[in-house]
């Protein structure tokens, strides 16, 4: 497939004793769309810090587009696109003014800039936009100008950090449109989300991270092969003593149980003859409701990193 367009090997962050990424190898090839995916405080925004050569590495090895971010991070900069996790427009100024003045941030000819502004603004859908304020704007729209701006200088790379976090789903879906069609047009996107369904329509492949570290990597779907199983049945019940005693029987199928607080997953290949067994004892526990659905990123998420919730 040629050289990796991002290639880390035994990559390190480290913040005073802490180590915040810790010895990763991933790379990333020309035209894909590749993802980090992890809870929060993973490594994530660390590990694209170090891409967009705006924090330096701590240990091992980076190439981005060939060159060392250390010794060519201006010309690695020049050559890539950035949407942080939070906007940092210029909310006083027009959304037209916003990229006007970030494309001669790259010494483009305001004849080129005019051009590429209006290309922009008619890809996100901001045409009608381009004379009002940020300020007013929604969040969707500051995120679509966002990612305007960060295609201004016509990357072969585009960084996104948690590019929808804080949306609603109508923007959600307006934006991962939009990058779908970046990618078709050949446009290589590194993204970090901890939204798996959003990983899932986008990523061709990711890394999954926790603590720091890399803990499986591949193709969406390989993933739910590797880690799960095809279905997963929820049971839910009106009492603890249902819930008990469904647990008990449920282990009994040889499946992958797991009790939860509120319901009892089972990992199972055969969703339907699992929610038949429960229903077919004599001790009279009947579930209140019941959901076949097919295995998904998130539980490959959660079976990998845990439910425990993190600071």
Known sequence: MGTPLVEGRN???????????DGIDFSVERGETFGFLGPNGAGK?????MIGCVSPISGGELRVLG???????????????VVPQEDNLDTELTVWDNLLIYGRYFDMPRVEIRRRAAELLEFVKLT???????????????????IARALVNQPELLLLDEPTTGLDPQARHMLWERLYRLAQDGVTLLLTTHYMDEAEQLCDRLVIMDGGRIVAEGSPRALISAHATREVVEFRFASPRAHAGALLRLEATGNRVEPLADRILVYTDNGDGVAAFLLAGSDGITPASTLVRRSTLEDVFLILTGRTLED
């Not at 990559?11 to 990424?21: D, M, S, Y």
């Not at 925004?45 to 810090?49: A, K, N, P, Q, V």
């Not at 009608?128 to 704007?137: A, K, T, W």
């Open 45 to 49: 925004t660390s590990t694209m810090r």
């Open 67 to 81: 060159l060392d971010p250390t010794t060519d991070g201006s010309r690695i900069r020049s050559r890539i696109g």
């Open 128 to 146: 009608d936009r381009s004379n009002d304020r940020v300020e007013p704007l929604s969040g969707g729209m500051k995120r679509r100008l966002t």
């Open 11 to 21: 990559l390190t962050k480290r913040f005073g004793a802490f180590t915040a990424v």
